[in-house]
Structures are given as C-alpha cells and as structure tokens.
C-alpha cells in the first residue's frame, strides 16, 4: 500500500481489471440467459479462460448457488429497489453470472462494454448485481446509472465505485473503504480519519467526499 499525504492508502493495484456481473430472474426467463449474452454482448466473447489476451471476453454461466444479498443488507446497498424486490429476490428463479478480466489498456472500454449489453440480457424485469461495488440494481437503476453516467468515455466514479464507511466503537476514528475500482485496474482506497463522535460533525459523508475527490482522477487515468 502507498499513503498520500492527505491520509488516504492506496492499496497495491492489480494487474488485470476485474468486472463481475450476475442477473436476478424473479421468474423463469424466456430465451435461454446464456445464448442471449452471447447475442446481445458482441463486443465480449465467451470464454472458459479468464486473462487471455485479445478483445473483452467473460466466463458465463448459469448457478443455482450464487449466494445472493439477504433484506436487510439490501435495504443499504440496494439501488431502485422496492421492499417486494427485496423480498422476492431470496428466492430467484435463476441467476446469470459474467466474469471478466482485462489489461489496465483497455478497462475502461471492456467495462462500459459489459455494462451496457448486461442491461439487455436482464430485460425485462431482471436485477443486477455488480461484485465489486456489492450493489443491487433494479433494470431502471442500472440504466440510469452505470450504464447512462459516462462522460465523455469516463466512468462516473459515483456510479462505477462505491465507499462504505464504519465508525469506530472504542474512538471518534472512521474507516472507509472504496468498492469498484478493481474493475478498472485501479487501486482501491482506504481513508482512516479522526471526526468529531457528535452527531452532525462530520462522519461518513466526510470520509465519503475525501474518497470520491482523491478517485475520480485516478478513475480516469490521471494523478490525484
């Protein structure tokens, strides 16, 4: 890890970006899940072997145990979803899950590829599920979000990473922690900070701006 002086930890960034998508079916889909990424993601191939060189390609397949968020932690990481959803994503009919791997080179593209063309194989009515950041999408969300948030060809660090941030029990320190970035082949980040233990002081929307204001830059290939 490398500390900036601002505090924030950079943790050592991986070789490869990694982008791992699944879509939640509430019923039984009508084509085949498989054969529908395969039509509608021309720009990602199958593959069986993840990191071989080449254009974008992805490992999918259909699980039954892919083990899927419970209600309360939907509650928090949850994006455009109703109770209902919640509830009735415990008990999904199938689950399509891609997993991709690629060269710092061309993340940015790869993902914004995958992004895009995952929203058509969930159609009509499937939720997606993003790895990295752990967030659940309903369709509406992930087309108005990771998929639509781009400019110019950069990723919207608000859409592609996520900050969780928990408080200390025994001091007034804050932890938080970046989600997302690996996808781009990019370091995650730690920032651990003093804030005031009083309500209203500061706190995670503290930690969460610091991180999003050191990221974006790097998000986009540039120094902090």
Same mark, same amino acid.
């Given at each position: 890890?490398?500390?900036?002086?601002?505090?924030?930890? @950079?943790?050592?960034?991986?070789?490869?970006?990694?982008?791992?998508?699944?879509?939640?079916?509430? *019923?039984?889909?009508?084509?085949?899940?498989?054969?529908?990424?395969?039509?509608?993601?021309?720009?990602?191939?199958?593959?069986?072997?993840?990191?071989?060189?080449?254009?974008?390609?992805?490992?999918?397949?259909?699980?039954?145990?892919?083990?899927?968020?419970?209600?309360?932690?939907?509650?928090?990481?949850?994006?455009?979803?109703?109770?209902?959803?919640?509830?009735?994503?415990?008990?999904?009919?199938?689950?399509?899950?891609?997993?991709?791997?690629?060269?710092?080179?061309?993340?940015?593209?790869? #993902?914004?590829?995958? *992004?895009?063309?995952?929203? @058509?194989?969930?159609?009509?009515? /499937?939720?997606?599920?993003?790895?990295?950041?752990?967030?659940?999408?309903?369709?509406?969300?992930? !087309?108005? /979000?990771?998929?639509?948030?781009?400019?110019?060809?950069?990723?919207?660090?608000?859409?592609?990473?996520?900050?969780?941030?928990?408080?200390?029990?025994?001091?007034?320190?804050?932890?938080?922690?970046?989600? /997302?970035?690996?996808?781009?082949?990019?370091?995650?980040?730690?920032?651990?900070? !003093? #804030?005031?233990?009083?309500?209203?002081?500061?706190?995670?929307?503290?930690?969460? !701006?610091?991180?999003?204001?050191? /990221?974006?830059?790097?998000?986009?290939?540039?120094?902090?």
């Amino acid at each position: 890890m490398s500390e900036h002086p601002t505090g924030i930890v @950079r943790t050592t960034p991986p070789d490869r970006g990694h982008f791992e998508v699944a879509v939640y079916y509430l *019923t039984t889909p009508e084509r085949d899940p498989v054969a529908a990424f395969r039509s509608e993601c021309p720009g990602v191939a199958v593959t069986d072997v993840l990191g071989a060189p080449g254009a974008p390609a992805a490992m999918v397949a259909m699980h039954d145990d892919y083990g899927g968020p419970d209600v309360e932690m939907l509650a928090y990481f949850g994006r455009g979803l109703t109770e209902a959803d919640a509830m009735a994503l415990q008990h999904s009919a199938a689950v399509l899950v891609a997993s991709m791997e690629v060269g710092p080179e061309g993340a940015r593209g790869a #993902v914004r590829e995958l *992004t895009t063309c995952i929203a @058509r194989v969930a159609e009509p009515s /499937g939720f997606v599920w993003d790895e990295e950041t752990q967030l659940m999408h309903s369709l509406e969300a992930w !087309r108005a /979000g990771p998929v639509a948030d781009w400019d110019d060809g950069e990723p919207s660090f608000g859409e592609q990473v996520t900050v969780h941030a928990m408080r200390s029990d025994t001091d007034s320190s804050l932890r938080a922690v970046s989600l /997302g970035m690996r996808k781009f082949a990019r370091s995650d980040l730690v920032a651990n900070l !003093r #804030v005031p233990s009083r309500r209203g002081a500061g706190g995670p929307g503290q930690c969460g !701006r610091a991180l999003r204001g050191f /990221g974006r830059p790097l998000l986009g290939g540039r120094s902090p």
